[in-house]
C-alpha cells in the first residue's frame, strides 16, 4: 500500500512537471549593453583613476518564460552578453584610450510579476544571475590586442565565473516585450585579493524580446 502511494505520488508531481513545462513561453531578445567595470582595493578606486567609463556592446539568446500565477512567472534566458569597460589612463608618455572587451555566456534566474494598467502590461523582474567568460581582449591605443586570459592563476587576467543581480522592468504588448535591466555584479574577478582588490562586472542593459505562439 505504502509503494503504490509512493508511486502515485512520484506521478502526481511528473504529470505536474510535465504540465508546467507544458505552459511555458519561448522567445528570442536582443538589445544594446553599456557596461562598466569597479576595479578597487580597500584603499582606492583605480577604475576612477583609469577613468573608465560605459562601453557599448550587445546582447542576444533564447528565453523561457512559466507561470505560477496570473501575475507571477519565473523567467531565464541563455545569452550571449558583452561586458567589460572603456577607460583613458596615463601611460607616462601621455593620454592612452583603451578598453576590455569580455563575452558572457549569461543565466538570468528571475522571478517576474506582472500588473495591468489600462490594457498595458507592466512588468517587473529580479533575480539572480549567473554568467561565464568565453572570450575577451584588452585594447590600447597604438598597440597590439591582447587576448583576455581566463583562469585562477597568476599569469591569468579574470576568472571566469561571475555572479550577481538582476534588476528588470518593461512593458508586454502581445507577443513583444520591451524591456531595460540592470546587471549587478558581487562576483569578484581578481585572480589576486591582496588588501581587499576586486573586479566587478555592472552593464545597463535596453531589449526588445518576443514570445513565440503569444497573442
Same mark, same amino acid.
Given at each position: 500500500?505504502?509503494?503504490?502511494?509512493?508511486?502515485?505520488?512520484?506521478?502526481?508531481?511528473?504529470?505536474?512537471?510535465?504540465?508546467?513545462?507544458?505552459?511555458?513561453?519561448?522567445?528570442?531578445?536582443?538589445?544594446?549593453?553599456?557596461?562598466?567595470?569597479?576595479?578597487?582595493?580597500?584603499?582606492?578606486?583605480?577604475?576612477?583613476?583609469?577613468?573608465?567609463?560605459?562601453?557599448?556592446?550587445?546582447?542576444?539568446?533564447?528565453?523561457?518564460?512559466?507561470?505560477?500565477?496570473? =501575475?507571477?512567472?519565473?523567467?531565464? %534566458?541563455?545569452? &550571449?552578453?558583452?561586458?567589460?569597460?572603456?577607460?583613458?589612463? *596615463? /601611460? $607616462?608618455?601621455?593620454?592612452?584610450?583603451?578598453?576590455?572587451?569580455?563575452?558572457?555566456?549569461?543565466?538570468?534566474?528571475?522571478?517576474?510579476?506582472?500588473?495591468?494598467?489600462?490594457?498595458?502590461?507592466?512588468?517587473?523582474?529580479?533575480?539572480?544571475?549567473?554568467?561565464?567568460?568565453?572570450?575577451?581582449?584588452?585594447?590600447?591605443?597604438?598597440?597590439?590586442?591582447?587576448?583576455?586570459?581566463?583562469?585562477?592563476?597568476?599569469?591569468?587576467?579574470?576568472?571566469?565565473?561571475?555572479?550577481?543581480?538582476?534588476?528588470?522592468?518593461?512593458?508586454?504588448?502581445? =507577443?513583444?516585450?520591451?524591456?531595460? %535591466?540592470?546587471? &549587478?555584479?558581487?562576483?569578484?574577478?581578481?585572480?589576486?585579493? *591582496? /588588501? $581587499?582588490?576586486?573586479?566587478?562586472?555592472?552593464?545597463?542593459?535596453?531589449?526588445?524580446?518576443?514570445?513565440?505562439?503569444?497573442?
Amino acid at each position: 500500500m505504502k509503494n503504490t502511494v509512493k508511486y502515485l505520488i512520484i506521478v502526481c508531481l511528473l504529470g505536474l512537471s510535465v504540465n508546467t513545462f507544458a505552459q511555458a513561453t519561448f522567445g528570442v531578445k536582443a538589445g544594446l549593453n553599456l557596461s562598466n567595470m569597479v576595479w578597487e582595493d580597500d584603499d582606492y578606486t583605480y577604475s576612477d583613476e583609469m577613468n573608465f567609463t560605459m562601453r557599448p556592446g550587445f546582447h542576444f539568446g533564447p528565453t523561457m518564460e512559466l507561470p505560477i500565477s496570473e =501575475s507571477i512567472s519565473f523567467e531565464t %534566458a541563455l545569452l &550571449l552578453s558583452t561586458m567589460g569597460a572603456k577607460a583613458e589612463f *596615463d /601611460n $607616462g608618455e601621455g593620454t592612452t584610450k583603451g578598453s576590455v572587451n569580455l563575452l558572457y555566456l549569461n543565466l538570468p534566474l528571475t522571478a517576474k510579476i506582472k500588473i495591468d494598467v489600462g490594457g498595458l502590461k507592466l512588468f517587473g523582474a529580479l533575480g539572480p544571475y549567473l554568467g561565464y567568460g568565453i572570450s575577451g581582449t584588452f585594447k590600447a591605443d597604438g598597440e597590439s590586442d591582447e587576448d583576455v586570459k581566463w583562469g585562477s592563476g597568476d599569469d591569468d587576467d579574470f576568472k571566469p565565473f561571475d555572479a550577481g543581480a538582476h534588476f528588470g522592468a518593461g512593458l508586454d504588448i502581445k =507577443s513583444f516585450e520591451i524591456g531595460v %535591466a540592470y546587471d &549587478l555584479g558581487l562576483a569578484n574577478l581578481a585572480v589576486s585579493t *591582496d /588588501n $581587499g582588490y576586486k573586479e566587478l562586472n555592472r552593464c545597463f542593459a535596453i531589449s526588445l524580446g518576443y514570445k513565440f505562439g503569444k497573442k
